[in-house]
């Protein structure tokens, strides 16, 4: 399994980003997948999750109403629409693809992760 993350770059405060993280592999629907984020000097996030179907979405408190995540299964991509972004939203953003089982939130719940792309929020 394979997971290529893009979309990041600079962008000032309150602009907006979509991130795409493509998965290769024939078992893409099977897993619910997530997004994370590390600052410099900080632990890497909990951001963003999805179930397998689409039909169940979670969310950080730090980006609810703002972030939407949403997947194509038939594609085998799964994307983050970041809208109002914020100077605190700066990081390296990660898709990854969570384990049979497990908390989306907890890191360790996944088991695949794609290389990061680096979104900059300037004020």
């Known amino acids: 399994v394979q997971l290529q993350a893009y979309g990041g770059g600079l962008v000032q405060a309150g602009g907006s980003l979509r991130l795409s993280c493509a998965a290769s592999?024939?078992?893409?629907?099977?897993?619910?997948m997530g997004w994370f984020r590390q600052a410099p000097g900080k632990e890497r996030e909990f951001v963003s999750g999805?179930?397998?179907?689409?039909?169940?979405?979670y969310y950080a408190d730090s980006v609810k109403g703002r972030f939407t995540i949403s997947r194509d299964n038939a594609k085998n991509t799964v994307a983050l629409q970041m809208n109002t972004l914020k100077p605190e939203d700066t990081a390296v953003y990660y898709c990854?693809?969570?384990?049979?089982?497990?908390?989306?939130?907890?890191?360790?719940?996944?088991?695949?992760w794609g290389q990061g792309t680096l979104v900059t929020v300037s004020s």
């Open positions: 592999g024939r078992t893409f629907s099977s897993y619910g």
């Open positions: 990854a693809r969570r384990r049979a089982s497990g908390d989306y939130t907890n890191v360790y719940a996944y088991d695949y």
């Open positions: 999805i179930s397998w179907s689409g039909g169940s979405t």
